[in-house]
């Protein structure tokens, strides 16, 4: 079986009200005509590279593509985890958690989108809970980063309820202009004081040395 191959299509993550792991074929397909069908208003732009900036099957297309280079451009020590999210059966996002040299700097950073109509209902909160329990609990990792830029009042908030603190500012261009991007950052004493979202993992133990953690 290809999961016997590819060890990451078995991991599913579990909140209460979601499920977390790589689609199948159909639900790419899915996936791409969520973020074709909007993700933020026209006049904001969330992403550091604005990838919204085309035309819907652009947009669809460029879902696909990535997810594939992703997977097909893994490497234990430089790897991006794209997960799709999952709320009663419907996909309604993407869930990113990524890192460089895990085993050495114990450092995983997350982003993610949804579909605009699936904003505003805690979802974001419960995906980001999940990849952290990945994280912290799975992984061994120490430190968690995220970012986003001041405009960006949900991202924000969903850091501050699950723990993160202040971690300094980047300056970007986007769209020809400069954009503040806020970090932040969790650590893994005040993950474990915050959890209060309960998270559960299948499927990690033969993914692990994918990872870079352990030996295959």
Not at 38 to 43: K, Q, Y
Not at 152 to 159: D, E, F, G, T, Y
Not at 167 to 180: K, P, T, Y
């Amino acid at each position: 079986m290809l999961v016997d191959h590819f060890p990451l299509l078995g991991l599913r993550l579990r909140t209460p009200r979601l499920e977390l792991r790589l689609p199948s074929s159909a639900e790419l397909a899915t996936l791409a005509e969520v973020a074709a069908g909007g993700i933020h208003a026209p006049d904001v732009m969330p992403f550091l590279v604005p990838w919204t900036d085309r035309p819907p099957a652009e947009i669809a297309r460029g879902v696909v593509q990535h997810h594939w280079l992703r997977l097909g451009n893994w490497s234990p020590q430089d790897w991006s985890l794209n997960l799709t999210v999952f709320h009663a059966g419907e996909v309604v996002g993407q869930q990113t958690i990524s890192a460089h040299d895990l085993a050495v700097i114990r450092e995983v950073h997350t982003g993610s989108w949804l579909g605009r109509r699936h904003q505003g209902q805690g979802i974001g909160t419960e995906m980001r809970a999940a990849v952290l329990r990945l994280a912290f609990a799975g992984l061994d990792a120490d430190e968690a980063v995220s970012g986003a830029f001041e405009d960006n009042p949900a991202s924000h908030a969903v850091s501050r309820k699950l723990g993160y603190r202040p971690d300094g500012v980047n300056r970007h261009v986007v769209r020809d202009a400069m954009v503040i991007e806020h970090r932040m950052r969790l650590t893994r004493s005040a993950w474990e004081r915050q959890r209060t979202i309960s998270v559960t993992i299948d499927g990690l133990a033969p993914c692990l040395p994918m990872f870079g953690i352990g030996t295959a």
